[in-house]
């Protein structure tokens, strides 16, 4: 059986609004996705003062010339 890796390039990240530093959430394959999870972290309040962000990943390092 071959699993095939799925690229997770949507990040949702949480930052606390004192705090200068995202800290690393999950990530998705789907923008949509991502954002139902931000919505339900978001809906819990789990942490008071906690914003979510979401990050699309552009490129891939290292860059591959052609």
Same mark, same amino acid.
């Given at each position: $059986? *071959?699993?095939k890796k799925i690229d997770k390039k949507f990040v949702v990240m949480s930052k606390f609004n004192y705090s200068d530093r995202y $800290? @690393? =959430?999950? @990530? !998705?394959? *789907?923008r949509e996705d991502a /954002?139902? &999870?931000a919505e +339900? $972290?978001?809906k819990t /309040? =789990? &942490?008071e003062g906690c914003s979510y !962000? +979401? !990050?699309e990943q552009a490129i891939? &390092?290292?860059?591959?010339?052609n």
């Amino acid at each position: $059986m *071959t699993d095939k890796k799925i690229d997770k390039k949507f990040v949702v990240m949480s930052k606390f609004n004192y705090s200068d530093r995202y $800290m @690393g =959430e999950k @990530g !998705f394959a *789907t923008r949509e996705d991502a /954002n139902t &999870y931000a919505e +339900l $972290m978001i809906k819990t /309040n =789990e &942490y008071e003062g906690c914003s979510y !962000f +979401l !990050f699309e990943q552009a490129i891939a &390092y290292p860059v591959q010339a052609n």
